[in-house]
Nanobody, 124 residues
Framework: VQLQASGGGPVQTGDSLRLSCAAS??????????MGWFRQAPGKAREFVAV????????TYSDSAKGRFTISRDITKNTVYLQMNNLRPEDTAVYYC????????????????WGQGTQVTVSS
């Protein structure tokens, strides 16, 4: 599975962004893959943001993402999205999408495939 993340950029506090993660190389249809978004700020560990089950669409969010971020998938496009609203400076990080079948699906070690990351910078 190859993953291509896009959609990041510089924004201001309160703005919105939608990140996309296009999967290729292997069909995800009827798969057991979870598709996750993680982020990593300079000097900090990689942090879980959100995950969606590709097959059933169930979702889990980090506490910081709940109520502001929405993860979704488009099966026809083999793409996962992360809609981020009301962005804050503390959301500044490189955002990575990942695909995996391990547990727990909130842990980066459960994912075997990673995109290249897209930078999100939120200024106050």
């Amino acid at each position: 599975v190859q993953l291509q993340a896009s959609g990041g950029g510089p924004v201001q506090t309160g703005d919105s962004l939608r990140l996309s993660c296009a999967a290729s190389g292997r069909t995800l249809s009827n798969s057991r893959y979870d598709m996750g978004w993680f982020r990593q700020a300079p000097g900090k560990a990689r942090e879980f943001v959100a995950v969606i089950s590709w097959s059933v669409g169930s979702t889990t969010y980090s506490d910081s993402a709940k109520g502001r971020f929405t993860i979704s998938r488009d099966i026809t496009k083999n793409t996962v999205y992360l809609q981020m609203n009301n962005l804050r400076p503390e959301d500044t990080a490189v955002y990575y999408c990942a695909a995996g079948t391990g547990v727990p699906n909130t842990w980066y070690g459960s994912y075997g495939y990673w995109g290249q990351g897209t930078q999100v910078t939120v200024s106050s």
